[in-house]
């Protein structure tokens, strides 16, 4: 690792002149030279040098060198989320090329500083995740590598299984507990004429009535947990018998979990900005002349779109070019939505300007689902010239489906929805009163993959030491997966069908 | 030190070895990961070394796609790895199960798991040949070995430190303390000083997966030869009635519809010997693979008197295998187990089907010779 050369440094301050200029706001970038090793390790620990030791980095260490060293991707940039803000460049690298980097850099660092799903994320994660990494060896060395290393493979497997909205949540989730619960009314038959009161509600069945309710309300509250649990990993940290150490490193694999989230919800968006970014900043500020032809070999090569693949840059940098020209020229609101002539949609100008402004608010306030919600409209796919894809079946190759903008987008939000991940829920602690755990799936139309389901069935019953089960829906017939410790079983349960409704 | 990243890395070999051992057996008994010769590794296929979690399957009924296309066009290459930017710790991505493994590696897990002794050659002095390798500069040669980049710059940088470059007249002139030579090292190589004669039944009844059998049977016995010795050569013999020195492709593909005499093959092999592969410097290896039926029991005498007189003296090992063949009597191993019941050089072994490969694999090489 090293200090960037007297000539990048000054490149560096220029390109941050430029950003400034054009209302970025940054936090404080430090850029750093590394040789495509140190590039790749870094990588592969997410960006931070300090991680546990886990043998899954070694394995992205090894995947990474490969196909770098086949020539198959090479990784240009690297930034990560903090304050201050570090930034990897590659060596050997040209002028231009760490030029585009550094301009790219500088629009991921802006978004992660003015992002809303970024502003709970922890900007000292350096620390964070050095001091976890110390704890972590620390128990190695106490309780031996493979079994701390085993613990972190079962964790790692529900580190999916979080509440995306627990930050927005936090404040209503700590609400206390309300001391006594009101007294309880047993449902009296309603009667107009006093003397049959006594037939209609006779005082025993009432009183039966209402000890059968108290219970049953006793039976909610004493529920664990209250109602379906989103985020399952701080469940467990609470609920689940574990060793100090072992809540410890699930705490860690949680807490790490979170930090990256945000960078799973908006993809799309952070890669788009700082696409968004780096070209405006080069083309009409920082590229010379002599430099226009690698430019654009570079610049072509990151938004290469290949048939059947969604490239994230490509999409992110074009809504975002697609805002800004919608909101100079005023294609927006009732009378733009109104209007259906050919003619004078195209010709369309109402000279607001509000381009910039609403690209600031946007990046400030949306995630990847409510941008594309809002503003992958049916103009835009079709000059983008989307499609939707289908397997075909007798020849086993994914085909052409169609051009159906509602399709498109549904799909589109469909992948994006909860992080792509599954919606799972705790249901109950103490499943058929057993101590079993029991989780649920939300199906909304497509199966849980089941080899990996069984899996990771196993590894929340070293969890929880007690059975676990998991209600989902497999080819339309509801499911339950359970493993007791010995066995998965497979068996049909209708009550996971109705869990939804 | 030892960067963070060789740790996880070499724990990350370290698991895929111990998955490789787990299902050794299993990898033995399919051909399908025999390297291409030449290659020094090979591809095992490795089911499930990622973590497992609560993630979607592929009934998703599709995806979404950029581009031009009339519904019902093939979308190419799901998977083409493009140039980009990738950014680390985003989506697991589809890696390919396939791992490789240098033979090196798979010889030594090989040896592990078997229990293997590691061999003694034989013969004190193993060859060695000596190779003259250019690794430097020195300032005394010949002429023909002058260095013209390194004399320049030596000159180059006398003569701006004498203040005698011009910059606009670049000329150099070297003197004789610039002129620099390049200079070698002669570097002892070991010499290949094992071989491996591989011999063969090619007579009709020895099927496809008789042969296939044996292709595995010998890539394994290469693999751990090849670990002990340095440069290994192997010549492969197939006979019927009559046999041939034949190159490694034709031994494994060839198919012949004659009767079997087998010490057609003892033969050949005790000539080879003699010519190229003096057992005074050669660690000799035979392996002979058969349905185990001979022509004539005069025919099995003679071999069974070649092998005690000449092949037997003159080898480390001469491992028979039997495979077993639906035409096949299988007569040949009893009557080698009678007659060698006590020597050690010569050991046989039955094998009735692909998953019994590692266990005569095993008594082959268990005697570390």
Redesign the interface.
Known sequence: MAALTPELRDLQSEIFGYAVEFGLDCFTTNFEMVDYRQM????????F?V?Y????????????LK?HTYG????????INTDPCYAYLLEGNSLVDQKLVMA?VFGHCDFFKNNAFFAHTDRRMIDGMANNAARVRRYMERHGVSAV?SFI?VC??????IDPWAAQRGASRARPISEEPPEIEAGRLPTSRGYLEGFINPPELLAAEKERRRAEEEAQRRKLPRSPERDVLGFLVQHAPLESWEADVLGIIREEAYY?LP??QT?IMN?GWASYWHSKIMTTRALRDAEVIDYADAAS??M????????P???GIELFRDIEERWDRGLFGKDWAENESAAARASWDQRLGLGKQKLFEVRSIYNDVTFLDEFFTADFCER?????????RR?G???????EFAK?KQ??L??LTNF???F?FVLDANYQNRGELLLG?RHE????????????LR?LERIWRRPAA?LTVLDERPKRIRFDGAEISVSDEPAAQKLWS | MISRIEQDHSRFREIIRGKVRQNLRKYMARGDIIAPQGKGSVTIPMPQINIPRFTFGDNSGGGVGQGEGQPGDPVDGAQQPGQGKGKAGEGEGDKALEIEVSLDELAEILGEELGLPRIQPKGVHALETRKDRYVGLRSTGPESLRSFKATYKRALRRQIAMGTYDPRRPVIVPIREDRRYRSWRTDPRPHSNAVIIYMMDVSGSMGDEQKEIVRIESFWIDTWLRSQYKGLQSRYIIHDATARLVEREVFFRTRESGGTMISSAYKLCNELIDAEFDPEHWNVYAFHFSDGDNWSVDDTSACVRLLRDVLLPRVNLFGYGQVESPYGSGQFIKDLRGAFAKNELLITSEIKGREEIMDSIREFLRRGR
């Open positions: 790749c390790e870094i990588a592969s620990y997410g960006g040098p991680r030791p886990h043998w899954r980095f070694g394995m992205e260490y090894d995947h990474m196909s198959l991707s090479k990784i240009y940039e690297l930034v790219h290393e493979d790692l497997s529900l580190d999916n299984l990256f960078q799973m993809k890669e090569g990151v290469a779109t290949a048939p059947g693949r969604l490239n840059y490509k999409l983008q010239r989307f499609f939707t894809t289908r397997e075909n020849s190759r994914v085909e052409v489906e169609g051009r498109i799909r589109m469909g992948q792509g991940q599954p799972i799936h139309g497509t199966d849980l993959r089941l080899d990996y389901a069984r899996e990771t590894g998991l």
